[in-house]
């Protein structure tokens, strides 16, 4: 089992950047699938990104192909997602789930969810 944190939300003008983490807890992190996903008010929840155990293999979804990169530490422990060139349309609760089935960007692929952080971007 392991627990997933979120942290590095906030509010952005377009354009701008922003770093996500997710500290995973557990000795059996470096042996899932890590995602990122994301879900804005009335929308259905949506795979972003996502990264094999050992780092080497990443997918995105296409609408943040070229902007987003999805990296993770396994001795920290630690997912990220650097968000570059920011748009409004990335407004949503980010979240990072760990999965040991497929590296996909499906969310029933993964067990394991965090709380959340919020992404903020204004026009």
């Known amino acids: 089992q392991v627990q997933l944190v979120e942290s590095g939300g906030g509010s952005v003008q377009a354009g701008g950047s922003l770093r996500l983490s997710c500290a995973g807890s557990?000795?059996?992190?470096?042996?899932?699938?890590m995602a990122w996903f994301r879900q804005a008010p009335g929308k259905e929840r949506e795979g972003v990104a996502s990264?094999?155990?050992?780092?080497?293999?990443?997918n995105y979804a296409d609408s943040v192909k070229g902007r987003f990169t999805i990296s993770r530490d396994n001795y920290k422990n630690t997912l990220y997602l650097q968000m570059n060139s920011l748009r409004p349309e990335d407004t949503a609760m980010y979240y990072c789930?760990?999965?040991?089935?497929?590296?996909?960007?499906?969310?029933?692929?993964?067990?394991?969810w965090g709380q959340g952080t919020q992404v903020t971007v204004s026009s």
């Open positions: 789930a760990a999965g040991d089935a497929y590296c996909s960007i499906l969310d029933f692929d993964y067990k394991y």
């Open positions: 557990g000795s059996s992190y470096r042996r899932y699938c």
């Open positions: 990264i094999d155990t050992g780092g080497g293999g990443t």
